[in-house]
């Protein structure tokens, strides 16, 4: 059986949208046929027993570097090649392509015969840079597969590869496990637990981070609140920006509707969901476009779970909407289109819960985890 050495900074019990596709993948793999290497996060973001917990409960070895980002340094490199070597790892899978794929040679020369690098937002900015589009060069020309989320994506990183690399590229988008993101997922508890039962509820979950358009929601709320007054704005995960989003809700006057989640267990994402009405994420680039949108997995997780969308018109987030089907496509860096669209679903229920229906179908055809392992599959195939 070929046995596959996954490299990634990107792991659970870390949540994130990064984390759940490479962790998903890992699960799809056959059985003892996978190897995780990667690093392990800071003890303030994840507690080290709860680190230690995930790793034993995984279905395969999970190796752990010493440090909250892995880079390939030539002892990170090393070690890879030593895991390989061991483990008789005959392929390879780095969950961000940069810069973890430019180990993709000296795993070669280490008995890995083929190679796969995930792309997701971060590489189209790399591509925009001088020194990391050379680097971005240097990845396609070491690895056999990059991958690419959608057509936005593709465009630009294959703008930075060799013309080879770029005629190797092939779409892997992660999926979405309409079981466990569904309607009915427990969200009047969490309702209860808020205060909030009974109210028009938008949601927002995410890193709490400039890009995610949380302040654009902020801004937005108090023109929302003119048209429907009892609304309650749900805004789901930590970050870095959590305490300028609670002093812009103050300043707005809407601190008694908005309500601040903290990061939650990925156990109760499902419930987060689910205890919204609408789910809003105006998403933005910023930085002249090196710090984009890849996708947008929260956008499929929400119309599962049978909400309809809001979503900034950021990078590739466009191809997790059917707009006007499915959700609403806003321009993120202004709050007043976000407000409109926010105000038409939470005031026509009966529309937005029409959209949310046709969401799930679309994702339980489209989007589910059975075709990306599939694909993963054929990409990794000797």
Known sequence: MSRTLIVTNDFPPQTGGIQAFVHELALRRPPESVVVYCSTPSARR????????????????????????????????????????????????????APLG?????????????SVALTHGHEAGWALLPGARSALRRVGDSVDVLTY?????????GRALSPAAAARMRRLA???DAERFRPGASGDEVRKRHGIAGRPVAVCVSRLVRRKGQDTLLRAWPRVLADVPDAVL????????????????????AAGSVVFTGDVPAAELPAHYDAGDVFAMPCRTRNGGLDVEGLGIVFLEASAAGLPVIAGDSGGAPDAVLDGETGLIVDGTRPGPAARALIRLLSAPEAAARMGARGREWVRQEWGWDRTADQLG????L
């Open 149 to 157: 989320l959608g057509d936005y994506t593709r465009a630009r990183i």
């Open 234 to 253: 749900l805004v789901v995960g930590g970050g870095p920006d959590r305490a300028r989003l609670e002093s812009l809700a103050r300043e707005g006057g």
């Open 378 to 381: 054929e990409l990794l195939r």
């Open 102 to 114: 430019l180990m993709g040679r000296a795993l070669r020369r280490a008995g890995v015969r083929r």
């Open 46 to 97: 994840v507690p080290r027993g709860e680190v230690d917990a995930f790793d034993l409960a995984q279905p395969f070895p999970v190796v752990r570097e010493r440090t909250p980002v892995l880079l390939p340094a030539p002892q990170v490199v090393d070690r890879a090649c030593r895991i390989a070597r061991l483990e008789g790892c005959d392929t390879a899978l780095f969950g961000a392509a």
């Open 174 to 176: 992660p999926g979405v």
